[in-house]
């Protein structure tokens, strides 16, 4: 019988937990948000985070920029957060607007607040195996398929995407976990000989309903990371329908990623306020 990796259950109890350890800790952690543009899809996101800030006892403060906003303005914004000493996580919401350097903005985080996972020194600290900070999703998958017991090491794990946020980050931490990790892209030849070999498949390429049933191993844990709109609904990059048939554990979308994403980064968000307290004492 199929395993349902339920997300929202999952991230309510670790939400929960949070708040109790928060409460107890005399911390009390903040986090900012940057925001360039009205974009509807990431002002959604951003209340949301800002909503599991108030659940769990974060503070927070958002800051709105302009749609036209030149890549020194953000950069200006990013840089008055660094130097806040109340403030402990900071988070620029993407993707940016075209004309914005995305990489620059990211670089300018400074590391130690960095929960989202981002910036290349805590790219590299996990890519080495030792990370600080890692990016929310991935580490929130890690945290789902831990909680039901998904065995990693040896598994066959395949990751399709290969993006900074979702893709690299996942096989690193698969990778730490003793996975052995394959990664495809939109140049990965024979792209379904490479998932039929998945006893772990992840997919976050953003194309609804792009993996089928003759793309899946029987048996297969199935992680779908993707949001799509499909005639006004919102579904994943996996067919559940039909996938579901013949996996042993899948996540469902909505319900499955994303809300593990917003509980990771809350969990993030008060460990760079222990360090920081720890390094104040």
């Not at 670089?107 to 020194?121: R, S």
């Not at 065995?151 to 946020?165: E, N, T, Y």
Request: hydrophobic share 40%; net charge neutral.
């Amino acid at each position: 019988m199929v395993i349902i990796l339920d997300g929202k259950k999952c991230s309510e109890m670790r939400l929960e937990h949070l708040k109790e350890e928060i409460r107890n800790s005399g911390i009390f952690p903040r986090l900012a948000t940057v925001i360039v543009g009205s974009d509807p899809a990431s002002k959604m996101y951003v209340r949301m985070k800002h909503r599991a800030c108030e659940q769990v006892g974060i503070g927070s403060v958002g800051i709105e920029l302009p749609e036209d906003s030149t890549t020194e303005k953000v950069v200006e914004a990013v840089t008055r957060l660094n130097r806040d000493t109340d403030i402990d996580g900071i988070l620029v919401q993407l993707p940016l607007p075209k004309q914005v350097d995305a990489e620059r903005v990211i670089e300018v985080v400074n590391p130690q607040k960095d929960v989202d996972g981002y910036h290349p020194e805590n790219m590299g600290l996990l890519f080495s195996g030792r990370p600080r900070f890692t990016s929310c999703t991935p580490t929130g998958i890690m945290t789902l398929l831990k909680e039901y017991k998904i065995p990693l090491a040896g598994a066959c794990a395949v990751v399709v995407g290969r993006s900074i946020d979702v893709g690299r980050p996942m096989a690193a931490l698969l990778i730490n976990a003793d996975a052995t990790v394959t990664i495809c892209h939109s140049k990965t030849k024979d792209l379904v000989k490479e998932l039929k070999r998945a006893d772990i498949l992840i997919s976050a390429i953003g194309k609804a309903h792009f993996i089928q049933p003759a793309m899946v191993k029987p048996g297969a844990v199935i992680i779908d990371v993707g949001i799509n709109q499909l005639d006004g609904k919102l579904v994943g990059d996996v067919d559940y329908a039909k996938v579901v048939e013949i996996a042993s554990a899948i996540t469902p979308v909505p319900g499955g990623v994303g809300p593990m994403t917003i509980a990771t980064l809350m969990e993030n968000t008060f460990r760079a306020a222990k360090v920081k307290a720890c390094d104040s004492a």
